[in-house]
């Protein structure tokens, strides 16, 4: 599909590398990154600046820019929230308080439990430790501390997109009769149509590539959800039934099994390789 440019050469090839980044990670040019900051931060993040020429505020900003996404700033909570429900986050970029519990935190599980999937960079000013282990038990993918080097924070934030998205990124499974596409996000067995949402389909795609292995509650929610801890949620098992519904439902033979104490684990008679 060829792409309209406009405006000056190097506009152009500001908006090629932008669309060739996001064509590298599998990322939709409708997602966008959330960068939330409570008012008062700027200042401190100014302060604090970066290790290399070009600090500040200015350069956090541009970093995030440069992955070709769109970045939404965000200031309170309410905002957040609204942002994370509305819009296709591909990631979020946050500053937490610095050791104080971070009332976002209800707002990426509340996203995460209705099914959206994003990596969360957590950003404080108290150095890794305690603080780093309750941001990741929270939710948090990476964590990072006052004061932020440019290059570190540029890394941090390409790793977290290209693993998060390389999930999504496989080649096509087929298993007895089912076929899952992931460029297409589409899932048919027997020549019909699922019609899987798109959290649906990240969770069958994850069960169908470990094929015959156990996956575990908790395995299944870092990899399809991206918790790193969460207990007492139910959210594996309603996607499993709604799974089983449009998946198993008037076959004879289950693709879907439950493993009593231990997880599921997508199994058929014969297993297809890749395809």
Known sequence: MA??????????????????????????VDEIIIWFFPEGKEGRLLHDGLE???????ATGRILRETGLTVVESMDIKSLRNGLSQHDTAMLVAEIPDG???????????????????????????????????????????YMAHPLHVGELKCRIENLLTLTHRRHAG???????????????????DGR??????????????????????????????????????????????????LRLKVDKGYRQKLIHTVRGAGYVVKAPEMAPYA
């Open 52 to 58: 290399e020429p070009g600090k500040g505020w200015d």
């Open 100 to 142: 104080e519990p971070w009332e976002g935190w209800e707002a990426v599980a509340e996203a995460r439990e209705n099914g959206k999937s994003f990596p969360v960079l957590a950003i404080s000013a108290v150095q890794g430790g305690d603080a780093a282990e309750s941001a990741f038990k929270a939710g948090a993918n990476d």
């Open 193 to 242: 149509d699922l019609k899987l949402t798109p959290k649906e389909f990240a969770l069958l795609y994850y069960l169908s590539a470990n094929r015959s292995e156990i996956c575990s509650r908790d395995d299944i929610l870092r990899h399809v959800w991206g918790y790193h801890f969460q207990a007492g949620t139910n959210v594996v098992d309603v996607y499993i039934r709604h």
């Open 171 to 189: 080649g096509t499974l087929k298993i007895d009769g089912l076929v899952l596409e992931p460029s297409q996000r589409r899932a048919v067995r």
């Open 3 to 28: 792409a309209l440019f406009w405006g000056t050469l190097n506009h152009i090839q500001r908006r090629y590398h932008c669309l060739r980044r996001r064509r590298i990670w599998g990322i939709s």
